[in-house]
Every structure is written in structure tokens, then in C-alpha cells.
T-cell receptor
Framework: KAGVTQTPRYLIKTRGQQVTLSCSPISGHRSVSWYQQTPGQGLQFLFE???????NKGNFPGRFSGRQFSNSRSEMNVSTLELGDSALYLCASSRSRGTADTQYFGPGTRLTVL | ELKVEQNPLFLSMQEGKNYTIYCNYSTTSDRLYWYRQDPGKSLESLFVLLSNGAVKQEGRLMASLDTKARLSTLHITAAVHDLSATYFC??????????????FGQGTILTVHP
């Protein structure tokens, strides 16, 4: 069974630009969550989508947005990039939203903002 | 606000020795996860603990959960170099609306020396 895939794996942008990251969950998984990992703040939750609806949102500014498609694939968008947005962005999928559903993580997209 | 704290944050062990990583969390939770992260890699799921007294073992790693104390432990037995990695605990606060939102500890960087 294929794991969670994320594209692109690496990205270099400049301040003020915008970026879109993509996540394909494990086949049959319907919940997708996004996390930001930085050396200073650690792993922080961005948002979660289930059945094309955002179900949870973390404490990030409105520049961070996402969506989920009918095939459960998800994208996140960051507009007006800042230097502090440089991070590893991880996507995780789970079968559903039940108690026993583990989140499986993708390889991540490493974003560098210059 | 749910807080998750791990200790120690850095752990240098000799091969063959035993040690324990502790994970405390601040509010009631239905699920506690342990993940492993190798440098530059994504998160690998190790254990999911769902109930008080739960104990799971895989190879040289054993995880347990005490929901009354809001404490989980990850015990390492007879450490080997291959266990060198960063270990994270994470809690999924099931407060009715928080499925899919993991709150992570700071991570414990484990280095096993010959």
C-alpha cells in the first residue's frame, strides 16, 4: 500500500511570494492534517480536513489556508511568504476520525524562504 | 490549552543500557502516540496507546500509559545504535472537536554510543 505522498519535496521561494503544497493521502484515508515543523517551535498543527471540510484549525495567520478535494487529496497555500515560514511542512492522513485511527505522515515539503 | 512535555530533551546512552523517556500532558486525552524521526526524515508511527494501563512493545521499545497521572513512558531496553533518532510523544485531545489535531512534545534526541 502506498504511503502518504507530498509534492514538491523541496521548494525555495522569496519573501512576498505565495506557495502551494500538495498531499495525497493513503488510499482509503479520508482525513488529512497539516503540520509545520521548525527548530524553534517544534511541530505545530495547522489544520485538518475531512470530507472536503476544514474540521480543525491551529493558531496560524490567515495567510495559511488549505482545501481538500473529493478524492481526499489536499493542498495548503501560504500567501505573502515571510522568512519565518521556512519550515518542514508535514501532511498526515488517517482512515477516519475515530479513536483508533493513527495518523501516518508523509515525507514532508521543505520550504525555504529567502 | 493542551500542553505536552517530554523529558529529557537530550539523551546520550551507551549501547546495552536501559533508559526511559517521559511524556506528561495537561488534559484528558483519548489517545497518546509515540513517533520516531530520523534526521531529515518524516515521522514514523511507533505506538498508539488508547486506554489507562495500556502497554505496547516492539523490539527494544516499550510504551505505557497512565491516564490518571497523565503520563506516558517510552522504555528503551539494551539500546543499540540504530535506535538513535528523535522521539516524539503526541496527544490527540478528544474534546469532541479535536480529532485529527495532534499536540506534540518537544522531542527527545536520543544518541546511542558504542
Amino acid at each position: 500500500k502506498a504511503g502518504v505522498t507530498q509534492t514538491p519535496r523541496y521548494l525555495i521561494k522569496t519573501r512576498g511570494q505565495q506557495v502551494t503544497l500538495s498531499c495525497s493521502p493513503i488510499s482509503g484515508h479520508r482525513s488529512v492534517s497539516w503540520y509545520q515543523q521548525t527548530p524553534g517551535q517544534g511541530l505545530q498543527f495547522l489544520f485538518e480536513y475531512f470530507s472536503e471540510t476544514q474540521r480543525n484549525k491551529g493558531n496560524f495567520p490567515g495567510r495559511f489556508s488549505g482545501r481538500q478535494f473529493s478524492n481526499s487529496r489536499s493542498e495548503m497555500n501560504v500567501s505573502t511568504l515571510e522568512l519565518g515560514d521556512s519550515a518542514l511542512y508535514l501532511c498526515a492522513s488517517s482512515r477516519s476520525r475515530g479513536t483508533a485511527d493513527t495518523q501516518y505522515f508523509g515525507p514532508g515539503t521543505r520550504l525555504t524562504v529567502l | 490549552e493542551l500542553k505536552v512535555e517530554q523529558n529529557p530533551l537530550f539523551l546520550s546512552m551507551q549501547e546495552g543500557k536501559n533508559y526511559t523517556i517521559y511524556c506528561n500532558y495537561s488534559t484528558t486525552s483519548d489517545r497518546l502516540y509515540w513517533y520516531r524521526q530520523d534526521p531529515g526524515k518524516s515521522l514514523e508511527s511507533l505506538f498508539v496507546l488508547l486506554s489507562n494501563g495500556a502497554v505496547k512493545q516492539e523490539g527494544r521499545l516499550m510504551a505505557s500509559l497512565d491516564t490518571k497521572a497523565r503520563l506516558s513512558t517510552l522504555h528503551i531496553t539494551a539500546a543499540v545504535h540504530d535506535l538513535s533518532a528523535t522521539y516524539f510523544c503526541a496527544v490527540d485531545y478528544a474534546g469532541g472537536t479535536s480529532y485529527g489535531k495532534l499536540t506534540f512534545g518537544q522531542g527527545t534526541i536520543l544518541t546511542v554510543h558504542p
